[in-house]
């Protein structure tokens, strides 16, 4: 069965470049998630979607973060001018509706700053 | 807030022996707690969770986690270690207004053969 994939694995931007991060969800899940984790961190939240609403963007760290999800399904997120502090691993997740649902997480881009 | 801690940055056990990774937490009302597992270069794994019911729940790979409302502590354990085993280990609380994940700063298990 299809999980969580997330493109590109691995991606290395020159400092003021612009990314874009691809998130693919499980089928049928309406909750999609957006987290960051730094080396040695536990995951930090970003931002959060049911279906293609936005309902908590509280995470972003600056306004140069930004995501989508147009029709409900797939999500980008996209930085803007990279910096070297958003250097991290981007982790997607997604969920069934609901506060007993597990979230499912995809394997991850490392973004890399230079 | 709500929040939870790891106060074991490593956790060493022998293989074979039992295994305990600890989580304390801190939330208003019920926790909805869970617990992942990070392999190296690969995304978090879904072990277990409570949301209500038997204070004792079973997951996968043989984990489970005792949740105790009066120490508010959610345990991870198995009976037995394997090598295999050895890897990051994350706790989190769910966020009942916005469903997200807050993460503990992970403990690391390292299994000796």
């Known amino acids: 069965g299809a999980g969580v994939s997330q493109s590109p694995r691995y991606k290395v931007a020159k400092r003021g470049q612009d990314v874009a991060l691809r998130c693919d969800p499980i089928s049928g899940h309406v909750s999609l998630f957006w987290y960051q984790q730094a080396l040695g961190q536990g995951p930090e939240f970003l931002t959060y979607?049911?279906?293609?609403?936005?309902?908590?963007k509280s995470g972003l760290p600056s306004d140069r973060f930004f995501a989508e999800r147009p029709e409900g399904s797939v999500s980008t997120l996209k930085i803007q001018r990279t910096q070297q502090e958003d250097s991290a691993v981007y982790l997607c997740a997604s969920s069934l509706a609901g506060y007993s649902y597990e979230q499912y997480f995809g394997p991850g881009t490392r973004l890399t700053v230079t | 807030a709500q929040s939870v801690a790891q106060p074991e940055d490593q956790v060493n056990v022998a293989e074979g022996n039992p295994l305990t990774v600890k989580c304390t937490y801190s939330v208003s009302g019920n926790p909805y707690l869970f617990w992942y597992v990070q392999y190296p270069n690969r995304g978090l794994q879904f072990l277990l969770k409570?949301?209500?019911?038997?204070?004792l729940v079973k997951g996968s790979y043989g984990f489970e986690a005792e949740f105790n409302k009066s120490q508010t502590s959610f345990h991870l354990k198995k009976p037995s270690a394997l090598v295999s085993d050895s890897a990051l280990y994350f706790c989190a609380v769910r966020d009942k207004n916005t469903d997200k994940l807050i993460f503990g700063t992970g403990t690391r298990l390292q299994v000796f053969p």
């Open positions: 979607f049911q279906n293609e609403a936005q309902l908590d």
């Open positions: 409570y949301i209500t019911g038997d204070n």
